[in-house]
């Protein structure tokens, strides 16, 4: 029978829920590496026990963990005790080193001055599609890296940051590079989005970048309306079936581009906030989308304490509430861009986790939701694997 | 044998309990202590002081014999009493939070 493995990465530690495919009785382990920040963990889809895990403290910096049996044992890459053996000597222990490519150079600051680059974490881990030693890691401040040997040393592809990397600047959680997408029908293509840049895409597997913003309005943040760069970009998600549909929760509205995001349209329609953080698409029906919507940028709590995630099956405009078993009075949660995840067993399940510590996962795609765990630390991300 | 005590959560990392004794070549002095725990655990590079520069993570504090030595140059050489083994030299995670 199939099963789920959930990631849950928190403020102080990292939890693994998981369940059979009913998704009703659900055992949790953690926290794993307790009292750190977990911003994300993500499993390979090429061997599913191959996990890797952002662990970061503002004490202590940045460590990678990865586990190669699916979140039983972790270790920092390239520094087990038997790999101090090598015959070359020492192992650098280079696994948690994001060292920016020539020249660091300077980005805008909250000031408006050029400040340069300097690294402070991992947000984002995204395993290659093919080979479990490749991932790839959207970092703060913005970059994306790659390792190709599992995680022991990473190297950044710099093309990104000369997509008119002076003029990106921080939003108010960092200047993060937080999504990355891959292309599975293209794998020279990958999509990135980066607060307060903008999303970005690559054809030629990450040497050259272009800003993928056009349609984008952030009237308050960006009073030029042509502005390449500069937006608030939330979360980019696509389905793997039509992944030249991409679709957008900006700082401020939700949009879908169908050509890679040469050209955005916003889909907001009757959305109660078009405010919000996360987006996700349905696992088999590539025009079935997810947001949470969020009362507005000064108040990061659903609109009238109701936590409602908004469905919509036309890809956009036409938005349900979804609220049953979901507190519907007096919830003042958050819910962060990387904390929605889809499975994809026949009926879809959904899964989101929240500021307070709750994972909810719905096992029908939506229409009734049940809390997995209520007291975790607040949740940073969610992922989940389904496991044959 | 110098004796170095790491915070909790380095500890973890490095799985280690306790305090710990390591070989220092002279002269002991802060940077060569820290090079010498890096070398016998890799995974504590970056988390103590940054790759490369090599420079104290801000939050983090050295203390030797009830002194504090954070802001002491590196090639600083270590009290006696922390060469001889002693004393502890202490890498401390410093006090923030509300």
């Given amino acids: 029978m199939s099963s789920v493995r959930v990631l849950v990465g928190t403020k102080k530690g990292a939890f693994i829920l998981t369940a059979d495919g009913t998704r009703r009785n659900w055992n949790v382990s953690g926290p794993h590496f307790a009292g750190w920040e977990l911003y994300h963990l993500k499993g390979s889809s090429v061997d599913p026990n191959r996990i890797y895990a952002s662990q970061s403290s503002g004490w202590f910096g940045q460590v990678i963990q990865r586990s190669d049996d699916g979140g039983k044992t972790w270790n920092p890459p390239g520094t087990k005790p038997e790999e101090l053996m090598s015959p070359d000597g020492m192992p650098k222990g280079a696994s948690n080193m994001f060292a920016y490519e020539g020249e660091v150079g300077t980005h805008k600051f909250y000031d ?5 680059w300097e690294f402070k974490r991992v947000w984002h881990i995204e395993p290659s599609l093919t080979d479990p030693d490749t991932a790839y890691a959207g970092v703060e401040d913005a970059a994306i890296f790659k390792t ?8 950044e592809l710099p093309g990104l940051r000369g997509a008119k990397g002076a003029l990106w600047q921080p939003g108010a959680g960092g200047m993060c590079l937080h999504t990355i997408l891959l292309d599975p029908q293209n794998e020279k293509r990958i999509y990135v989005a980066i607060s307060a840049a903008g999303a970005f895409r690559t054809d030629d597997g990450g040497q050259t970048w272009k800003p993928i913003n056009k349609g984008l309005k952030s009237p308050y943040e960006l009073p030029d309306p042509d502005a390449e760069v500069g937006h608030c970009v939330h979360r980019i998600a696509l389905h793997p079936s039509k992944p030249g549909t991409l679709f957008m929760q900006k700082h401020w509205d939700v949009l879908r581009s169908d050509n890679g995001g040469d050209l955005w349209n916003e889909v907001s329609g009757n959305l109660p906030s078009d405010f919000g953080f996360p987006i996700d698409v349905h696992a088999h029906n590539p025009e079935t989308i997810y947001v949470v919507p969020i009362t507005s940028d000064s108040l990061h709590y659903p609109p009238d304490g109701k936590l409602r995630v908004y469905r919509s099956k036309s890809g956009g405009n036409e938005w349900e ?25 026949e009926d879809c399940g959904i899964y989101f986790g929240t500021t307070g510590g709750q994972v909810y996962c719905s096992p029908d795609g939506g229409d009734t939701w049940d809390a997995i765990v209520r007291d975790l630390p607040a949740v940073l991300s969610v992922e989940v694997q389904t496991l044959k | 044998m110098v004796r170095v005590v790491l915070p909790f959560h380095l500890r973890n990392l490095a799985q280690i309990d306790g305090e710990l004794a390591i070989e220092v070549p002279p002269p002991v002095t802060v940077k060569s202590v820290l090079d010498a725990l890096e070398a016998r655990f890799p995974v504590l590079r970056g988390t103590i002081r940054d790759h490369g520069t090599h420079k104290r993570r801000a939050f983090i504090r050295f203390f030797a014999c009830r002194d504090d030595l954070s802001l002491e140059p590196p090639d600083t050489q270590l009290p006696n009493a922390v060469v001889e083994g002693r004393e502890p030299f202490l890498v401390v995670g410093a006090m923030a939070g509300g």
Avoid: E, F, I
Wanted: hydrophobic share 25%; with cysteine; aromatic share 8%.
């Fill in chain 1, 321 to 345: 509430p979804l609220t049953k078993g979901l507190p519907q009075k007096d919830c003042y949660v958050n819910v962060y861009r990387d904390a929605m995840a889809v499975d994809t067993l």
């Fill in chain 1, 148 to 155: 190709t040997d599992g995680g022991r040393t990473w190297h």
């Fill in chain 1, 112 to 116: 408006g001055s050029q400040h340069p």
